[in-house]
């Protein structure tokens, strides 16, 4: 997974003509770090799309911008839309993540 340190790098990888995914997180959250124990599985099964991360603490303000009120939260951006959003609290297992990605690309 790809980190992202900018909100310029984060606007230019959005405009991508395929979806892109992008996990927001913080160093601080322990779902993230218990995202992060079943992630890896989870971007082995959509390994033809581009993963990215964004420590919302970093770069401050992009949370807010795309609505994203808990974390860890799964977007999927394309074309600079956003196209598909998980919430925090749907993102605790593999299982929901994937089923999330399957109807977001399918």
């Known amino acids: ?4 340190d900018t ?13 892109v995914i992008i996990k927001f997180f913080a160093d601080w ?9 079943f992630i890896g599985d ?3 099964d959509f390994d033809s799309y581009e993963w990215y991360e964004i420590n919302t603490d970093e770069v401050e303000g ?11 939260s799964i977007l ?11 919430h925090s609290a749907d993102t605790k297992t593999p299982e929901s ?3 999330f990605l399957e109807q977001q690309l399918a």
């Open 29 to 37: 959250c322990p779902d993230c770090k218990r995202m992060n124990m």
């Open 7 to 19: 909100e310029a790098q984060f606007n230019e990888i959005i405009q991508s003509e395929k979806p």
């Open 62 to 72: 992009i949370g807010e911008k795309y609505d994203v009120m808990g974390i860890p």
């Open 97 to 99: 993540v994937s089923s």
């Open 76 to 86: 999927v951006f394309q074309k600079g839309e956003k196209i598909g959003h998980q």
């Open 42 to 44: 989870v971007m082995e």
């Open 1 to 4: 997974m790809k980190h992202i």
